[in-house]
């Protein structure tokens, strides 16, 4: 169907994504950043705080999600697999 053959497709650029090494990197390089800047906050800034830990949980958010379109789509394509070899 039209909307498996998608979710293989955003699937397969997720993956293409989550392996570029430029994406890769600013991942790791945000996630780093804002843990550091985190920890060297003074006990204070609660404020700046909250807004470092929104930052590094977004970061994180959207590769974690990349991840889970490229699972789909991997299963999905395991799926039509399954199928074809049956037919």
């Not at 090494?21 to 985190?38: M, N, R, S, V």
């Not at 830990?53 to 789909?72: C, F, T």
């Amino acid at each position: 169907s039209m909307d498996k053959e998608k979710q293989i497709r955003q699937g397969k650029r997720a993956e293409q994504l989550l392996n570029d090494p430029l994406l890769k990197t600013a991942f790791e390089d945000l996630l780093e950043i804002y843990k550091q800047e985190i920890f060297n906050t003074k006990f204070t800034e609660s404020e700046q705080r909250t807004y470092l830990w929104v930052a590094y949980n977004l970061v994180d958010k959207i590769r974690g999600h990349l991840q889970s379109v490229m699972m789909s789509g991997k299963l999905t394509q395991d799926e039509l697999d399954q199928l074809n070899k049956r037919s």
